[in-house]
């Protein structure tokens, strides 16, 4: 792939190692319950589902990095579910409307292309990073660890924490990001890729971005990319790896646009990060960790609180900048969740919506398939008529939608086993949903981000493979 360089310079990378050899389905660590804190940053407006003073803690954080091919295939000292204990259904899906997205992993299997990318947009339950995790692991696994691909830098908010990366950083950083209930007056859209970014224009306020250390997936990488704005009285920033300045990088423009700083190394172990020199304001909307590849990235692109139509509030063209830097082959959204509790929408003003926002996130990648993850079940209010909950006509949309424009959709809440299957998860032992009545624990993360997985992969081999695949859940 050809990376397009808005400012600074490349420097040669060394060659790529052998890839791994390709085990069974890995099962990502199930640890404690997790949350979607934020911080209440630009606006202050009331969120439906921002649980910014909530944390939860994840005591074997730092056990779920270790690599199948060093450990049988389930991270150490985690109990999996058995299959009898499991709750929920096969869906299926349509498979040809991913038939290019198949197409880039059949060549990359067969060592004819060094990266497929997937970008996965969503709410709470993407920002947890946990069934995105287990979706990624279980794809690299298969098809090789391509990095861990695009984090957030400064302090986005209290337990940010991508599973297969090291993050930190110091100084004073202000996270920005928009809110529905925000008045539109206080927002530039200025939000890149995620809808989250970072400023600052301290003197020698850093943010740094790393390799996991020892076994485990992440634990190699070649590539970093910085996403930035170029803005006018933009101040500049260092590049830095293992220690060293490789760079520095202007962001004064005339006029706002993205720009892109791309270092490249020999692959292997590195630390990299960004140090601002305090001559002005620097906005930065993530950067991306990459190897030589041959693999497969999974970008996790999740905004607490955020609803299917919060996107039509970023910077159109900022969004389409960054997502054809990235060069997806696939694009994945799942919201839903925060909706049920609006009182403003009604099937047809959120089909519109829902429509914008797909036109909106293919306009940077017109080639690339998409997909539409409904959302998963939760407690709602149940309508007095005969009419369907608010959950319930939210799906059909979705999956109205994907129909029309030609993305793939996959029902979590069928999946979860239905109507009422949240209150279901949460009385389990261990419990796989919280009390909540909304969000899932680390273990019913990832036990959705398995099948999601596992149903994709059967589809592929079904369709390139041309064998079917009778067993769509990860075997233990």
Known sequence: MTLHLCT?????????????????????????????????????GAEINDQSDIEYVDPGYENANVDARDSGGTDAGQGDLREEERIGEVVGFEPEPLARFFEALRDLDRGDREM?????????????????????????????DGGRG???????????????????????????????AADPATLDGRYGLSGVCAKSDEHGASSWVGTRRGTGFGRKASTFQVFYLKQPGGGSFQVIADGRVRGKVSTASRRVRSGFFVLALKEGEHEFGVRLLGDGEVRFFGAVI???????????????????????????????????QRDPDLL?????????????????????????????????????DCLILGPTD????????????????????????ADEIGCAFMDLRQMMGGPGSQEMWSRMSPALAQPDGIHLTVRGYRDIGERIAAELLCAYEGRVEGRPCMAPRVEK
């Open 8 to 44: 600074g310079s490349v420097i040669s990378k060394g060659s790529g190692g052998p890839r791994g050899a390709r085990l069974a389905l890995v099962f990502l660590a199930g640890l404690a319950t997790v949350s979607c804190p934020v911080t209440r940053d630009v606006a202050m």
């Open 116 to 144: 497929v990318r997937v970008l996965h947009w969503g709410d709470s339950h993407t920002a947890a990073d946990f069934l995105t995790t287990a979706i990624r692991r279980s794809l690299q696994v298969r098809f090789g």
């Open 150 to 180: 695009f984090v957030l830098l400064g302090r986005p908010w209290r337990s940010y924490r991508p599973v297969d990366v090291s993050l930190s950083a110091t100084g004073e950083w202000r996270m920005e990001r928009i809110l529905v």
């Open 290 to 324: 990459e190897g030589d590849g041959p693999g497969l990235v999974y970008d996790t692109l999740g905004v607490n609180g955020g609803f299917f139509y919060t996107p039509l509030r970023w910077d159109g063209d900022l969004l389409a900048e960054q997502v054809a």
């Open 332 to 368: 994945v959204t799942m919201y839903g969740a925060n909706e049920v509790d609006s009182k403003s929408i009604n099937p047809e003003r959120y089909r519109e919506k829902v429509l914008k926002v797909m036109e909106r996130f293919r306009g940077g990648a017109p080639d690339a």
């Open 378 to 401: 939760r407690k709602t209010r149940q309508p007095t008529d005969d009419s369907p909950d608010q959950l319930s006509w939210i799906i059909d949309v979705q999956r109205e939608v």
